[in-house]
């Protein structure tokens, strides 16, 4: 009787957890550049808070070392450290040091490819305001590639909410480069990083709205979260400033109010997309999925 009683529950478990899963049909991950955790309680965000008072939310998520750029949107994406990796500088192009393994598109797995060899029909997206995400990304696996380059992140942001409304992916990345260029050109802490803000909250409410537009905010999840944080004009140090990053999940199953006390790096990102699609992880992943967020 016990016995039966048991995989009765374990049964009523894996069913809940089927359900949540099958009901988000698109994820929608935000990756806003040089975007410190420290500026969000005293930042002028009601879009992002919104997000945070519905959602589930972390200030305490950590970046991998260096808190620089390259290393940081590879391990976002690629779901483990730069050891596993291999790109370990701000801008790196190629593996510093030698990918531990790479996927048939040439460089170690990421979300991309790990959507397209298990959802080969779904439909995935990139959008990038720096052109650094390039080598990042194994542009053969996603649909739709679009870098913004000198066009900016309002060029980014548009194209993406045409993108959401015609085309509805499954999964979308697009990165802002914004607050970075005021934090090296003014400076973090300064009250023009605290004005980018605003702009970049705006950035993020066109995107909610996109989301209602097409139909899909019931079956969506978005993710916002960033590279690293920055100190006076720059990053790659080991300040709580700049290694500090926010990290806010809303949408279907995310408990809401909610703040996440497990520690969070931001290789989790990639493994929590993996997680709520269902997707088996490779093996040489290190993320693991941020189930406190979920209900």
Not at 69 to 96: F, Q, R
Not at 227 to 254: A, M, R, T, Y
Not at 263 to 290: E, N
Request: charged share 20%; hydrophobic share 40%; with cysteine.
């Amino acid at each position: 009787m016990k016995r039966s009683f048991i995989i009765l529950c374990l049964i009523g478990l894996v069913s809940q957890l089927s359900a949540q899963i099958k009901h988000v049909k698109h994820i929608v991950l935000i990756g806003c550049d040089g975007f410190g955790a420290y500026a969000v309680p005293d930042a002028k965000m009601p879009n992002l808070k919104h997000l945070m008072e519905t959602g589930s939310w972390s200030l305490k998520a950590r970046c991998v070392m260096p808190s620089s750029s390259a290393d940081n949107w590879a391990s976002m994406l690629m779901g483990a450290g730069i050891t596993e990796h291999g790109y370990t500088e701000w801008n790196s192009k190629v593996p510093e040091i030698p990918s531990v393994t790479t996927t048939k598109y040439g460089i170690f797995p990421t979300i991309f490819s790990v959507i397209r060899d298990q959802r080969p029909e779904a439909k995935t997206a990139a959008i990038y305001s720096w052109g650094g995400i390039a080598p990042l990304i194994e542009k053969d696996a996603i649909n739709i590639v679009i870098p913004g380059g000198d066009a900016g992140d309002d060029f980014c942001v548009d194209t993406t909410v045409s993108v959401i409304k015609r085309e509805k992916p499954l999964f979308t990345f697009i990165h802002v480069s914004q607050p970075d260029g005021v934090g090296h050109n003014i400076g973090h802490r300064t009250p023009a990083y605290y004005e980018e803000l605003q702009k970049v909250d705006a950035r993020i409410g066109k995107i909610v709205q996109a989301l209602k537009d097409a139909g899909i905010e019931n079956e969506t999840i978005i993710i916002v979260t960033a590279d690293h944080g920055g100190i006076n004009k720059g990053h790659g140090g080991k300040s709580l400033d700049e290694i500090q990053i926010p990290w806010i999940i809303n949408g279907v199953g995310v408990k809401k109010n909610h703040e996440i006390k497990d520690v969070i790096i931001t290789y989790d990102t990639a493994a929590t997309i993996a997680w709520v699609f269902g997707l088996k992880m490779p093996q040489s992943w290190r993320g693991k999925p941020v189930t406190d967020g979920f209900n």
